[in-house]
């Protein structure tokens, strides 16, 4: 079990009193002997930050010891590990100590960390355990469990990305992060469906971006962590083996469903369009769009037996005639758009699955859920992540959340 990070409240709350525990090892009741009198007798703020420090100091340098285990489970519980943002000194770390990680965070800080077992993707939005959050300053950290049998990190582009499903372990699942707006990206969202094993194995992940403000300025990247290479085009993924015990399950959170508007078909494959069918009728889709007063913070929802899958608008360009979104929309697929949402946090707490009241191993949420719906600030239960500018469970998806889950045979 990983010490959390520094930021992690609990450690201010034992150095207080807020919390207490009965710890099995000795130093750590010594240390906090001390400090606890140190805050009683300066509560500052930058004291009671420093006494934190020093508590978690303990815990990380004794990390090994299997009284420290029992104590970090006693505060934290078992899958309480993931979902937490990083100081880079504090990821360095981890890396040099051969930890299995997928990083998310801003380009300048990613680039700032050494040779190791992990992949990034460039991103300054999150979920976390305090509520959702924008910064340029820390990492989030996905860590992979250490039980696991194997990783083979690769990178793919355009042409080679065909060859992703046939690659993942027979037990396992795979992390992918692609680019936003690149040729990988493109390739992969048009014609995932369409590739040798699409759907054999878990595929999850995530499309990196950038800062809203730098839009236009700077290109999403990703980062092979393994050569320390950063990529403006092409995949990362981390293709991870399972022990037979084992089996790993991918899934996704959806709050919006079709409303009772016209059915709306596509000539093509794309990611923008001028015509469609509406009700079969041809038609110009963006002057569809506007006539009818479309709110398009609301998506295409298409129903694949059951699976509801968004296509979200990007924007309605008049001059062209053309509307784009951040996903392609499939030729002959009905969709309808979504009926509207009241109150997102509400309804997607409603829908997280009981067996979700542990951390998932990773999560992700969609940029425009995190835009329309205000989530900054706000708590999405135990689902943390990186915000992101799309989607994958097995191919790509738009104003969803997503998640993966190891279960336990033996349990």
């Known amino acids: 079990m990983d010490v959390p990070p520094q930021s992690h409240p609990v450690w201010s709350d034992i150095v207080t009193g807020k919390k207490k525990f009965q710890f099995e090892f000795l130093a750590t009741n010594l240390v906090l002997g001390f400090l606890t009198v140190q805050v009683k007798n300066d509560p500052s703020p930058q004291r009671i930050q420093r006494c934190a420090q020093q508590l978690r100091d303990i815990f990380v340098r004794n990390s090994q010891v299997l009284s420290v285990q029992s104590d970090l489970f006693q505060v934290f519980g078992k899958n309480d590990m993931n979902g937490y943002m990083y100081d880079v000194t504090e990821v360095k770390d ?51 469990p250490e039980n696991v049998s194997g990783i083979t990190i690769k990178a793919y582009d355009a042409q080679t990305i065909p060859g992703v499903y046939t690659d993942m372990a027979e037990n396992g699942f795979s992390l992918i992060i692609i680019p936003a707006s690149s040729k990988s990206h493109f390739e992969f969202a048009l014609r995932a469906p369409q590739y040798e094993g699409f759907g054999y194995h878990p595929l999850i992940g995530w499309i990196s971006g950038t800062h809203l403000d730098d839009l236009g300025k700077v290109t ?6 393994q050569t320390q290479t950063m990529l403006e085009d092409g995949a990362v993924v981390m293709h991870v083996e399972l022990p037979t015990t084992q089996v790993a399950e991918i899934n996704y959170l959806n709050i919006f469903a079709q409303g009772d508007g016209d059915t709306i078909t596509f000539p093509e494959n794309s990611f923008s369009v001028n015509e469609a069918y509406i009700n079969g009728v041809r038609t110009n889709f963006a002057e569809y769009v506007t006539r009818r007063g479309l709110d398009i913070r609301l998506p295409l929802v298409a129903d694949y037996y059951g699976a509801m899958v968004n296509v979200s608008f990007q924007k309605v360009d008049q001059e062209k005639q053309e509307v784009h979104f951040y996903a392609p929309v499939f030729a002959g697929v009905p969709y309808k758009q979504a009926r509207p949402i009241e109150d997102y946090v509400s309804q997607f707490s409603a829908m997280i699955p009981m067996q979700l009241n542990n951390h998932p191993v990773f999560s992700c949420n969609c940029i425009l859920n995190y835009l329309y719906s205000k989530l900054e600030g706000k708590h999405t239960g135990v689902i943390t992540g990186p915000i992101t500018f799309g989607e994958v469970v097995y191919q790509l998806l738009n104003q969803t959340l997503v998640y993966l889950t190891i279960t336990d045979l033996t349990a």
């Open 94 to 144: 981890k890396i040099k100590r051969g930890q299995i990680l997928m990083l998310a965070g801003d380009e300048e800080i990613l680039k700032q960390l050494p040779a190791g077992k992990w992949i990034g993707g460039s991103i300054p939005y999150f979920m976390t355990e305090q509520g959702g959050l924008s910064t340029r300053k820390k990492i989030y950290v996905t860590q992979i």
């Open 220 to 225: 999403p990247k990703v980062f092979n962590g």
